[in-house]
């Protein structure tokens, strides 16, 4: 397995359960070398059922946050356009912190850090090559490719690579925001607030402990985008671009922004809805590696699942002969459901940062409980 992102770990978890040995080879030199990200809504039939076939249900929900399912949306003028609230018992989409579903996934599996791949070589009856960065090479019988948007083990499989969708995103962070900004910790709520306008979206997101992660959105060029990434360092000047981008936004609204730190530019990304590939012996994709969608809270839960029915799948399998055949069903099952999801958030990314705010609040008006 290549990857320790929630498709890796819940492939490894459940493989794991079934007393499989399975290794782990993850770039990053440790757990946390670098920060593990925002808050994840998993969904009863994706992520929580990933989470079920590992044995992790219970755990999970002693973590997770049915109250962060909370959403509220405003224009851009302060006005509460709608304000959903959860229902007592409501657990279909509760949200957790990713470095808490890291750390529950990683339980006693064994992760090799530091091990980054630069090159996976299929070589028929003989294996499958895996190059890495210091130079050091393995033969393995099954490579799993779950290492993200820019995935090394892709190429071995497909010529397809991420296109730029148009949106690009810059995120901040506000810390202790219930003692150090309570005007804001009571704008964000239990769960998320959103603000639409033209071709623009704020959205703030309550984390566990006091944490809310703050996400511009915008439409811009490619080659634009850095207007919001001046440099590392560069606080203030990343802010006052974003407030110049959001002028005449509600004070309230921009205060987000105001007291943010930490801001980070990421453009969005995304693979062809119908991305397949060829099947190859001894070699797969699970996640963002095999269909790298808009980040509306589809990606992660479907990533996890994948995991879990692969694993599922290679367990079942009566022996070395038989895997290869189990994998290549697998993947037969996983394209149209992937290819599904992909349009869906892709379609949902048009409608979210629009040139029409309207469309915006019709989207969550369809998927919202009346």
Do not use: C
């Not at 910790?185 to 959205?203: E, Q, T």
């Amino acid at each position: 397995m290549i990857g320790s992102g929630p498709a890796g770990l819940a492939f490894a978890r459940v493989l794991h359960r079934h007393g499989h040995p399975v290794t782990v080879l993850e770039r990053d030199p440790a757990r946390d070398a670098r920060p593990p990200g925002g808050t994840l809504d998993l969904h009863e039939g994706l992520g929580q059922l990933a989470l079920e076939k590992a044995g992790l249900l219970a755990e999970f929900h002693a973590l997770a946050r049915p109250e962060g399912q909370a959403m509220r949306i405003l224009d851009t003028d302060g006005t509460v356009l709608r304000d959903w609230q959860p229902r007592p018992g409501d657990r279909a989409n509760p949200e957790i912190d990713r470095g808490q579903l890291r750390d529950l996934l990683l339980g006693p599996l064994d992760v090799q850090w530091g091990r980054a791949v630069t090159e996976v070589v299929p070589q028929g009856p003989e294996g499958v090559l895996v190059r890495f960065a210091d130079g050091r090479q393995e033969t393995f019988d099954l490579v799993i490719g779950a290492d993200g948007a820019w995935s090394r083990v892709r190429p071995a499989l497909s010529s397809a690579t991420p296109q730029y969708t148009g949106v690009t995103l810059v995120e901040a962070a506000l810390d202790d925001v219930d003692t150090r900004h309570p005007d804001l910790a009571r704008l964000v709520g239990d769960g998320s607030v959103a603000v639409y306008g033209v071709n623009r979206a704020l959205v703030a997101q309550r984390n566990s402990g006091g944490h809310v992660k703050v996400y511009a959105q915008f439409r811009v060029p490619l080659d634009r985008h850095t207007d919001a990434d001046p440099g590392p360092d560069d606080d203030e000047a990343v802010r006052s671009s974003l407030l110049t981008r959001f002028d005449g936004w509600a004070a309230p609204v921009l205060d987000l922004l105001r007291h943010g730190t930490g801001f980070a530019h990421r453009p969005l990304f995304a693979l062809p809805a119908s991305h397949t590939w060829a099947h190859v012996s001894g070699v797969t994709l699970l996640g963002d590696a095999a269909h790298l969608m808009p980040p509306l809270g589809a990606g992660a839960n479907l990533a996890m699942l994948e995991g879990a029915e692969l694993a599922e799948s290679i367990a079942a399998a009566p022996g070395p002969g038989e895997l290869d055949e189990a994998v290549r069903a697998f993947e037969e099952r996983m394209w149209p459901r992937a290819g599904t999801w992909a349009n869906i958030t892709l379609a949902g990314l048009e409608r979210l940062v629009s040139p029409d705010p309207s469309q915006a609040l019709a989207l969550f008006d369809e998927v919202q409980p009346a």
